[in-house]
């Protein structure tokens, strides 16, 4: 059975580095068919997706955010972090992280790769405030 | 705002279909994949489709997924009380090199 379980402060004030944990079971950080991602959802808005990792380590991050975002990932723990620097009280969210798979599909005779984020943590909920 | 427009709120009554609009440009939906979520107030999205039309083990066959140009559509058929949630599309998006969602559709089971 595949899980992912969030982890992290409740609370942070402005200014300091939050830092979550996403430790994943059922699966292996180095299976180079499947990544991880961390989402966010502020109270009552929309899903924000925040950076994703892959086995081989590439990274990729959210362009409104990528200054204050780094995602990495201990393999031997099976664990992502990321952090984020310098928050602000609208980093006030809920923050899930979500197991990333790699499908091969075809159409018109050729192959093409499509990804999708198929199970995911329920989330841990952290307040920005002094 | 976000790159994935979806009408805010829908609605219909039980037994009855009703479809999900998701529009989005040539750089997301008009190059990758649309995939769909639902989440019920206060618990994590759930995958409903992938790849546009794909049903994961588990999720019944009233739901169904399309993607034609630049948007994409969710269709419920069928519609019960419990499929009351809040309705996502993602995709890939080029042109910020990032995963984008769609704002979200409210739906009401009347």
């Known amino acids: 059975q595949v899980t992912l379980k969030e982890s992290g402060p409740v609370v942070v004030k402005p200014t300091e580095t939050l830092t979550l944990t996403c430790t994943v079971s059922?699966?292996?950080?180095?299976?180079?068919?499947?990544?991880v991602s961390w989402i966010r959802q502020p109270p009552g808005k929309a899903l924000e997706w925040l950076a994703r990792?892959?086995?081989?380590?590439?990274?990729s991050y959210s362009t409104s955010l990528k200054r204050s975002l780094t995602i990495s990932k201990d393999t031997s723990k099976s664990q992502v972090v990321l952090t984020l620097t310098n928050v602000d009280p609208v980093d006030t969210a809920t923050y899930f992280c979500?197991?990333?798979?790699?499908?091969?599909?075809?159409?018109?005779?050729?192959?093409?790769?499509?990804?999708?984020?198929?199970?995911w943590g329920k989330g841990t909920t952290v307040t920005v405030s002094s | 705002q976000s790159v994935l427009t979806q009408p805010p709120s829908a609605s219909g009554t039980p037994g009855q279909r009703i479809t999900i609009s998701c529009s989005g440009s040539?750089?997301?939906?008009?190059?990758?994949?649309v995939n769909w979520y639902q989440q019920v107030p206060g618990t994590a999205p759930k995958l409903l489709i992938y790849?546009?039309?794909q049903r994961p083990s588990g999720v019944p066959d009233r739901f169904s997924g399309s993607k034609s140009g630049t948007s994409a559509s969710l269709a419920i058929s069928g519609l019960q009380s419990d499929d009351e949630g809040d309705y996502y599309c993602?995709?890939?998006?080029?042109?910020?090199?990032?995963?984008?969602f769609g704002g979200g559709t409210k739906l009401t089971v009347l």
């Open positions: 979500a197991r990333i798979r790699r499908g091969t599909g075809m159409t018109s005779g050729y192959y093409y790769s499509y990804y999708y984020m198929d199970v």
């Open positions: 040539s750089s997301s939906i008009g190059t990758y994949t």
């Open positions: 990792i892959f086995s081989n380590d590439e990274k």
């Open positions: 059922g699966f292996s950080l180095s299976d180079a068919r499947m990544g």
């Open positions: 993602a995709t890939w998006d080029d042109s910020l090199s990032g995963w984008v």
């Open positions: 790849n546009n039309d």
